[in-house]
């Protein structure tokens, strides 16, 4: 009940004041902010404002907390992509002010609380939900952020085994080591890649694991920055991993302390894999043991490549198709088995007990296969559908992934802008979208007819989900890889179901059968239905066309790409169409995205040039044969060029001696002269000033002297150790750099960039 009535306050023609003449006084003006926060005035354009959102939230019928776990993303995003700690401050006290002012516009108690109720929640959970993801991401990089090691060094290291993973198919481990700085005594988390050759003969000690203590030298290296602008960020992942350094081994590895006897479960897993692999032989044995125990080091990088490039790569990685087979099919033989028991099936309620047993196997197999973020936060959705089926809700619903993507993103925050989380919560939505959307359901539903139709309309079903699930897909593949297999959808349609319905069974089968010595027939069943998904990929991959390669789209891009998909995943009804509109405008800046002209990778020695032949064709120009693929791939998919770099120096046009390379390029309407160094021979200072002198761009490893002026732009070693590297775009003038988008965080130093010569000592 309301103690006072509501009463006109001038602008009511019909009122006291206005009959007697009277003019109403400066406080009885509606105003804007008083129109808005009352719901008066209904000719201002803020109040028309306000009651379409407010009724387009009251009709809408959504559920809130996929929203809500939208904007705390999005806090976390707006961290990683603002530039330092006031910026930081600013966003949160943003959201807080944003929070206080709905309140103080829309006050409890008041008119608004029953005219903007939807609107003053949203507002008001939306700023304080932004802030808090802001602070969130902010307090894990202080927490677990570790800094970088200031120059490479070859040392001394004597330290604890924390980690190891093996990598046959690259001839060595990898160890991750507790150690202590020499000098300062700071303790360091450092990872070194030690060769298999190192331990000679008789292979890798089992003495040599999680808990032993070791003794090695060591060539370490701060982590990595982007090679390239829009390349991978080693240095930011290491940081929220903890590495300050990694490294190589030199020499050989002493074992001053046995790992502990105890199996625990790093030890478990590698058994299982080897068993796996002495069980089915080749490559598809190394696909088994990627499914059965998570280790993907033996995969060959051929075999690699052709999942990669057939679409397929998500099989390898232990995620939800994975977890959520064994869970479904423990679920299922649990229940049929208690079903045989009468006694029991008459009272206890055997769903719950089968979900009980299906969570206690999901979260065994997500522990044996490495616990990683995404086999966890797949855990994680998976324990979520099992709760639901036990309360008799809805198992998949967009609230069950909001409350997975919030579990993770509080744990993990810095996910959020990793390919993974965005990738696998894509997925989902996908599904959900359109398996939850009127036609399809219509589709779907149940009809008198005959069986072939009924599985007709199913295999026509899984098809059009997999098209949408690659269309969701694209867009973050190609931000974050630079390359999508267009040919993805068609192969999923049949690895997906091969794999879930076929090889993981019979994997799970062979080990059952192995504990009584009869598993050999399941075997090979298990390399034959991997080498059909191995054929699978290759075929797919080797198809012209198989791949595009793109180079790197703007983040306006990927953002409307990401508004659009979320506003057709999470709104219902028609107003979901509107989601269309910001993918359109995003594949359009897509389809606009300028090639680069000139790549210069952060050490002045990688260089690439894009050029097109006579016919059309376009290559890309390498300053160095680079014997690094990971090198030549960045250069690649970069430039978006799929054919192999050439050498520069065999360029028609290109003239090259052994200190520098010059080259002549047309862009723009204009001549553009490139003088690129070749290495670190020495220069008499007044030629380089003269060559200098008459080139547009100079480009080289080294410091050049004052004397070196070039007309448009020097990138010497001074200049990229602030940069990094740079993508040029000739046509517009314009100069991406690395340090762009680093802002004061504190994985990238200014500086850090020079990785060549280590400096001695221990």
């Known amino acids: 009940m309301r103690d006072v009535p509501l009463i006109p306050m001038g602008d009511d023609p019909g009122g006291s004041d206005a009959a007697g003449g009277a003019m109403p006084r400066p406080w009885q003006d509606a105003g804007p902010m008083s129109s808005i926060g009352s719901g008066a005035g209904g000719s201002s354009p803020g109040t028309r404002m306000a009651d379409a959102a407010e009724a387009f939230l009251a009709q809408s019928g959504f559920d809130r907390a996929p929203w809500l776990a939208v904007v705390f993303a999005s806090g976390i995003l707006a961290w ?387 098209v949408v699930i690659e269309l969701a897909l694209m867009p973050v593949v190609l931000f974050h890889f630079h390359r999508a297999g267009l040919y993805g959808a068609v192969a999923n349609v049949v690895a997906i179901p091969l794999v879930t319905f076929v090889s993981m069974p019979l994997i799970a089968l062979a080990l059952a059968l192995d504990t009584v010595g009869a598993g050999a027939p399941a075997w090979w069943l298990v390399e034959r239905s991997l080498a059909l998904l191995l054929g699978i990929a290759h075929f797919t991959a080797a198809q012209a066309g198989a791949v595009r390669l793109m180079p790197q789209i703007s983040g306006w891009a990927i953002a409307l790409f990401a508004l659009g998909g979320l506003w057709l995943a999470l709104w219902r009804g028609r107003v979901r169409l509107a989601g269309l509109v910001p993918v359109v405008l995003a594949s359009g800046l897509v389809a606009l995205t300028p090639i680069p002209d000139l790549l210069v990778a952060g050490d002045g020695r990688q260089v690439g040039i894009t050029m097109s032949a006579p016919d059309g064709t376009r290559h890309l120009l390498s300053l160095h044969n680079s014997r690094s693929t990971y090198t030549r791939d960045n250069m690649m998919e970069l430039a978006g060029v799929a054919g192999e770099p050439l050498v520069l120096a065999n360029w028609p046009g290109a003239r090259c001696s052994s200190a520098f390379c010059v080259m002549t390029i047309r862009r723009g309407g204009r001549d553009w002269v490139i003088l690129l160094a070749r290495g670190r021979e020495q220069v008499e200072e007044r030629a380089l000033a003269a060559a200098c002198g008459r080139a547009d761009i100079v480009v080289s490893e080294r410091f050049l002297p004052r004397a070196c002026q070039p007309r448009w732009l020097k990138a010497d070693r001074r200049y990229l150790e602030e940069s990094g590297g740079l993508s040029i775009n000739l046509e517009d003038q314009t100069i991406t750099r690395v340090a762009d988008s680093q802002g004061t965080h504190g994985w990238w130093k200014a500086g850090q960039n020079d990785r060549k010569r280590p400096s001695g000592g221990g």
């Open 80 to 466: 990683f992509a603002l530039p330092g700690p006031w910026q930081w401050c600013a966003a949160m006290a943003g959201g807080v002010l944003a929070a206080l002012g709905a309140l103080a516009v829309w006050p409890l108690g008041s008119l608004a609380d029953e005219t903007r109720g939807n609107l003053r929640m949203a507002v008001i959970a939306a700023g304080l939900v932004f802030a808090l993801g802001v602070g969130v991401i902010w307090a894990r990089s202080a927490i677990v952020g570790a800094e970088p090691i200031a120059r490479p060094s070859f040392s001394q290291l004597h330290g604890t085994v924390l980690e190891r993973e093996d990598e046959p198919a690259e001839g060595r481990l990898r160890l991750t080591l507790a150690v202590r700085d020499a000098e300062s005594g700071t303790a360091r988390k450092v990872r070194v890649n030690v060769p298999l050759d190192a331990f000679g003969p008789e292979g890798v000690p089992t003495t040599l694991g999680e808990g032993a203590t070791v003794r090695l030298r060591a060539r370490l290296m701060p982590p990595a920055p982007p090679m390239l602008p829009g390349a991978y960020d080693f240095a930011r992942a290491a940081w929220f991993k903890g590495l300050a350094a990694t490294g190589s081994a030199v020499g050989p590895v002493e074992i001053i302390k046995s790992a502990p006897d105890a199996g625990s479960l790093a030890k478990i897993q590698r058994a299982l894999a080897a068993h796996v692999r002495f069980r089915v032989e080749g490559s598809a044995g190394t696909i088994a043991a990627a499914f059965a125990s998570g280790d993907r080091g033996s995969i060959s990088e051929t075999d690699q490549i052709a999942m990669r490039d057939a679409g397929l790569t998500h099989l390898l990685s232990i995620s939800g198709l994975h977890v959520s087979a064994v869970i479904a099919a423990a679920y299922v033989v649990v229940l049929r088995l208690l079903a045989l028991w009468p006694a029991l099936a008459l009272r206890v309620r055997l769903p719950i007990v089968a979900a009980a047993s299906a969570a206690v196997a999901g979260i065994g197999y997500t522990l044996l296969t490495g616990a990683e973020v995404p086999t966890v936060r797949s855990c994680v959705a998976a324990l979520l559908v099992l709760g639901a089926l036990m309360l008799g809700r809805e198992a998949l619903s967009l609230r069950m992934v909001a409350v997975a993507a919030g579990v993770v993103l509080l744990l993990w925050p810095e996910s959020a802008i990793g390919p993974s989380f965005q990738m696998s919560f894509a997925a989902v939505l996908a599904i959900i979208a359109v398996s939850t959307s009127a036609p399809v359901r219509a589709f779907l539903a149940p009809r008198d007819e005959p069986w072939a139709a009924r599985m007709g309309r199913r295999v026509v079903m899984l098809f059009v989900t997999g």
